[in-house]
């Protein structure tokens, strides 16, 4: 298929659905239609029950279709079910489901010149009607897939993204729901995204809640950095979804022999950061140019560029996914072995 441009929906062949009921989930179903009926009260609607996830796989020179590291997203798709008192996807479930709706959409996984990939989104929510504040009395488990090519794109004039701490939004509370991919999550940050983006900024950098000294997250991926010693250096908190982009980012610096730290980040060590970006799924990496806070531009980046530490762990990381280089670390699964 022809290379996908930005990170946007579009309609492929077919999505697969599961519904649980009774305790249970049935076998699911393959549906070419992407859209279904829904009870006006269901919790979904009214409480948000819901969690998602987000995986991609790519076509390698083989001809196979290869899925990145889909149990870790498993595994998060679970704690977040959880959370939200919703019934677990088993792997089992979830591994045949990837598999099902992945063969039956190889025409809209982008070949390998075109530097795209199939976006998967998995997710779960309440579907029974309930109008008191409770479970759900019924489920449904979805994946969608579909082509997708970049999510950001630099405000002109720029090769790298501006970001904007706001000190009036919070991603997430103490004790909330910020470490689960849970779909409120992130309606939080439309607004203060909205207002970044009308001053001329590209994304929102979180500080923690409490004491609004530590470095969180941005409003949709992690928070990487290069320290001038060379370090990888990403802020470790109970209120951050823990990236899978960016634990394998970590795990193959540490392969490299480099050294990773992943701790608690105060917003005044941000001077001794010779690079910082945004990681994540969708987003991949994308350097950051400046840093601004309460009208100030508290850190710009002197080349405009990543590091040459992060482009070599972001030119590795890619590589492995495309199948140009091998997967020493284990991360991919080939549709057919799902």
Not at 180 to 194: C, Q, R, W
């Amino acid at each position: 298929m022809k290379t996908p441009t930005g990170f946007q929906y579009s309609k492929t062949k077919s999505v697969i659905r599961f519904n649980w009921n009774d305790g249970a989930w049935d076998e699911g179903e393959l549906v070419q239609d992407d859209h279904f009926s829904l009870s006006y009260s269901a919790t979904v609607l009214h409480y948000g029950q819901a969690a998602f996830e987000g995986m991609k796989a790519f076509r390698h020179a083989d001809g196979e279709t290869y899925v990145f590291r889909p149990f870790e997203n498993c595994e998060r798709l679970r704690q977040s079910c959880e959370r939200l008192l919703m019934p677990v996807v088993s792997p089992e479930m979830f591994g045949s489901a990837l598999k099902r709706v992945i063969e039956d959409n190889q025409d809209f996984v982008p070949d390998v010149e075109s530097g795209g990939s199939l976006y998967i989104r998995p997710f779960v929510f309440g579907s029974g009607p309930t109008i008191g504040v409770r479970p759900s009395p019924e489920y449904q488990f979805v994946v969608l897939v579909m082509p997708v090519g970049d999510y950001y794109t630099p405000t002109a004039g720029n090769t790298g993204l501006n970001a904007l701490i706001f000190d009036d939004y919070d991603r997430a509370a103490p004790y909330g729901l910020g470490n689960v991919k849970a779909a409120g999550n992130y309606s939080a940050d439309l607004l203060p995204a909205k207002k970044a983006k009308d001053m001329g900024h590209d994304i929102v950098l979180y500080l923690d809640a409490k004491t609004r000294t530590l470095i969180e997250e941005f409003g949709t991926s992690n928070f990487v950095a290069i320290s001038k010693d060379g370090s990888y250096v990403t802020p470790d908190s109970k209120t951050i979804l823990q990236s899978i982009t960016n634990k394998s980012l970590r795990e193959l610096a540490e392969s490299k022999g480099l050294k990773v730290e992943h701790r608690k980040v105060k917003l005044q060590e941000i001077i001794d950061f010779t690079s910082i970006g945004a990681c994540g799924t969708a987003v991949v990496y994308s350097p950051l140019s400046s840093i601004t806070y309460r009208g100030e531009r508290v850190w710009t980046s002197e080349s405009q560029k990543p590091s040459a530490i992060m482009s070599d762990l972001v030119k590795g990381y890619k590589q492995i996914q495309r199948g140009e280089a091998e997967d020493h670390l284990g991360w991919l699964v080939k549709t057919t072995e799902l």
